[in-house]
């Protein structure tokens, strides 16, 4: 198992390498690794994590409560865009829109006053990314299975 | 939907009247140095179930520390010996209008002060007395019970003349991305307000009606204390209650507010 994870984190693409082309969008996968459409789910809903729904609202997560309306419904998003426009709006969603207000779940610098998670004390010097990459890859893929 | 028993939604034109005699101003045209054509109060963005609880003093839980706060008022602490009473007497007539204009300028110590700021001068150069820590449960029950001799009384901060720096600073802080999730101020509370995130509602994240007595953590929470677990949920590095930061903040605010009845101590959720 150790022999695996290391050689997954060797394919990873780090948040600074990550490269999107002119709209936003990212083509590569961050590991190589296919993402797995419900852990994806699982993420999107997880207050600690992606939070999505936070904003979002999601016909297909309905079982989970409270879904906000800060940012579009999500229904539909596998058809109104391709993989690569979800992994560069997953990533930074500033690359796609302009000064939106969704964060960027895979980037690390570049932060007025970094906090350590949700407890108000200053974050450590190396901030780590809000989702892991594969975790990126598992919400792309989760999305991706949002067709009209 | 009205009268379910789980969050049903105000009406949208309800009025606050405090014991059936305080009209509240809850929704008024903004001030020219807002980005609204009105502002409103929290009070108005909160469940019917909440809204009543502000109605009657009776069932609003943050009049039991205002009736503290009177006793705390008559009692003398420090090495003057003296109390709140000594040198303000009555305080339904000295500090009547008081919450309303405050943040304001101190022409001696020639600083912004804060009611809090104030209240702790008092205690430690008038009373000799330790000062209360900034967000502490006996300084918010002390600012309740001022609060309450404004109520009704629209907000009036001044903006301009000694305090323009410091304003200027607070309205910088108000717009300014913090944290790991990238969230200013007016990402939600004016791009926002009205839309639910997640379970909550967000208002326009006024302080008319400070100090408010949250039902999730039943206690009178402080302007600060709310400004310290806004930051912290962008997942940022907050200010300390009290800093240079905040009190310019909360200049700020307070004056998104000018115009909206004083409601303190408010019933928030």
């Avoid at chain 1, 198992?1 to 490269?19: D, K």
């Avoid at chain 1, 079982?63 to 690569?84: I, K």
């Avoid at chain 2, 326009?204 to 039943?218: D, E, H, M, V």
């Amino acid at each position: 198992a150790c022999a695996a994870t290391n050689a997954v984190q060797a394919a990873e693409t780090a948040p600074s390498n990550v490269t999107h082309d002119d709209y936003g969008s990212v083509a590569a996968s961050l590991t190589g690794v296919a993402g797995d459409p419900a852990r994806g789910a699982a993420v999107m809903t997880d207050r600690g994590l992606g939070n999505c729904i936070a904003c979002h609202e999601v016909t297909a997560l309905k079982d989970a409560p409270w879904h906000g309306e800060v940012g579009p419904v999500l229904d539909g998003a596998g058809s109104r865009w391709t993989e690569a426009d979800l992994r560069g709006i997953v990533v930074n969603s500033k690359m796609v829109f302009d000064g939106t207000i969704m964060p960027a779940y895979y980037k690390n610098s570049g932060y007025v006053r970094p906090g350590d998670l949700y407890t108000g004390k200053a974050g450590p010097a190396e901030m780590p990314t809000i989702l892991s990459a594969q975790q990126v890859e598992d919400v792309v893929a989760f999305l991706l299975t949002l067709q009209d | 939907l009205l009268g379910t028993a789980s969050g049903a939604w105000s009406d949208e034109n309800a009025t606050l009247i405090v014991n059936g005699e305080i009209e509240m101003v809850t929704r008024t045209a903004a001030p020219d140095h807002v980005p609204f054509d009105e502002i409103r109060s929290g009070w108005t963005f909160r469940t019917e179930e909440t809204q009543v609880l502000q109605m009657d003093d009776f069932d609003n839980p943050g009049m039991i520390f205002v009736d503290q706060a009177i006793d705390t008022w008559n009692t003398a602490e420090g090495s003057e010996g003296k109390s709140c009473a000594s040198c303000h007497e009555d305080v339904e007539s000295s500090m009547q209008g008081v919450r309303a204009v405050y943040p304001k300028w101190n022409e001696t110590a020639g600083e912004v002060r804060t009611l809090a700021m104030q209240i702790n001068d008092c205690r430690e150069n008038q009373m000799g007395a330790n000062p209360y820590k900034y967000d502490s449960n006996p300084m918010a029950a002390m600012e309740a019970l001022i609060s309450v001799q404004s109520r009704g009384m629209p907000v009036n901060v001044a903006i301009d003349g000694p305090v323009s720096e410091t304003w200027e600073k607070g309205k910088e802080i108000y717009y300014t991305r913090y944290g790991q999730l990238e969230l200013s101020c007016a990402n939600c509370h004016e791009d926002n307000y009205d839309n639910m995130i997640r379970a909550d509602h967000l208002s326009q994240g006024q302080i008319n009606g400070f100090p408010t007595y949250r039902l999730k953590n039943a206690k009178l929470n402080t302007v600060h204390g709310r400004f310290k677990g806004c930051v912290r949920d962008t997942r940022a590095e907050t200010f300390s209650p009290g800093s240079p930061e905040f009190v310019a903040l909360e200049l700020y605010v307070a004056s998104r507010g000018n115009g909206l009845s004083v409601e303190g101590p408010s019933v928030r959720n």
